[in-house]
């Protein structure tokens, strides 16, 4: 006859292998995802939350069916390439390039995984997709490109700065997408006859000078161009517009919930949604080639009253109407 203690842990045993056999092969079916932003993960907190509500829309559970491995530059652009080169190594299925900055250091490693980015300007001039229809390599996404964003926030500060006639326009040098909405802001300005003063910076040391230089030749409003290192110092770029009483408007409505006075443009975490539907995609076995490039569809004005108020502006009813959110 056996013996019952060990028939007792032979059984165990038994019972014990099967779920770690179902655990390894779970864990083996797992598709993995390198995640690859500039910023820090606390600064992006709402769109992570969209990006992930999205993959589970779509039937992916976190340590189920899929492993995210994220890595964040905390603001320092140069650790970047070192982190995509981590992601490499981890032979992730797919890396996400979370914002421009991030798609070239997510290229350089590698030329046969697939790059989506969520938010990135125009992709094209850098080289990092052939086109918006036809992509051709290994990269897609979703762009902020709206060349009339530009000339609706001339119009927006001109209805808000009464006898507006010289503008600011703050940009970064390094940013290729900024000229093309310079252009196109320049346009809609002198349209109505209003002086564009387009003003450039390498980074957060030039802010001050920048400002001053503002001041000095008489801008009565500033428009933010979008870029993410602007984007990341905005509270700084808030504060230094209300100490040099100047009324801005930025393309996210971050800016304005940091104290800024108007926002208007796409909402990036509404664009960090669809970005898991790339992810989809590709995981079943489309090609980044033939996936387009998506442009934003859905744009949301958002006006911060107290900052109005503080400025000594009047937004009419009208305006007031037209907005998406109101911070009083």
């Given at each position: 006859m056996?013996?019952r ?8 045993a038994?019972l014990?292998?099967?779920p ?12 993995r ?11 992006m907190?709402v ?6 509500g ?7 559970v976190k ?7 994220y ?10 390439p070192a ?10 299925d ?16 590698t ?8 938010v ?6 850098t ?7 036809r992509?051709g ?18 119009q ?6 009464p006898?507006?006639s010289r503008?600011?326009?703050?940009s ?10 310079l ?30 230089g ?9 428009i ?8 990341a ?18 393309p996210?409505?971050?800016?304005v919930e940091?104290?800024?006075l108007?926002?208007?443009?796409p909402?990036?975490?509404?664009m960090y ?6 992810v989809?995609?590709?995981l ?10 998506e442009?934003?569809?859905?744009f949301e ?9 503080a400025?000594g ?11 998406d959110e109101?911070?009083?």
């Amino acid at each position: 006859m056996i013996d019952r203690r060990m028939f007792l842990a032979g059984t165990g045993a038994v019972l014990l292998a099967v779920p770690l056999a179902a655990e390894a092969q779970q864990a083996g079916n797992q598709s993995r995802i390198g995640f690859l932003c500039p910023r820090s993960r606390n600064g992006m907190v709402v769109s992570l939350e969209a990006f992930q509500g999205g993959l589970r829309e779509l039937g992916y559970v976190k340590g189920q069916n899929i492993t995210i491995e994220y890595r964040f530059g905390d603001d320092r652009l140069d650790r970047l390439p070192a982190l995509a080169a981590d992601l490499v190594r981890l032979k992730v299925d797919i890396l996400v390039a979370a914002e421009t900055p991030a798609i070239r250091p997510a290229r350089q490693p590698t030329g046969t995984i697939p790059i989506v980015f969520p938010v990135a300007g125009d992709p094209v001039p850098t080289g990092d997709v052939a086109s918006l229809a036809r992509p051709g390599g290994n990269v897609t996404g979703l762009s902020i490109l709206a060349p009339d964003l530009g000339a609706k926030h001339v119009q927006l500060l001109k209805e808000v700065v009464p006898g507006l006639s010289r503008l600011a326009a703050l940009s970064v040098s390094e940013n290729p997408y900024a000229g093309l909405v310079l252009r196109e802001t320049e346009i809609a300005a002198r349209a109505v006859g209003v002086r564009l003063q387009s003003v450039i910076v390498q980074g957060s040391a030039d802010f001050e000078r920048a400002f001053s230089g503002m001041v000095r030749e008489g801008a009565g409003a500033l428009i933010v161009i979008p870029d993410s290192t602007l984007y990341a110092n905005r509270t700084h770029l808030v504060a230094l517009a209300a100490k040099n009483r100047l009324p801005a408007i930025s393309p996210w409505r971050e800016y304005v919930e940091a104290g800024g006075l108007m926002g208007y443009g796409p909402s990036i975490p509404d664009m960090y949604r669809p970005a898991a539907t790339y992810v989809d995609k590709i995981l079943k076995g489309a090609k980044p080639a033939d996936l387009p490039v998506e442009q934003p569809t859905k744009f949301e004005l958002v006006i911060n009253l107290k900052t109005a108020r503080a400025l000594g502006l009047t937004i009419s009813q009208s305006l007031l109407q037209r907005a998406d959110e109101i911070i009083q």
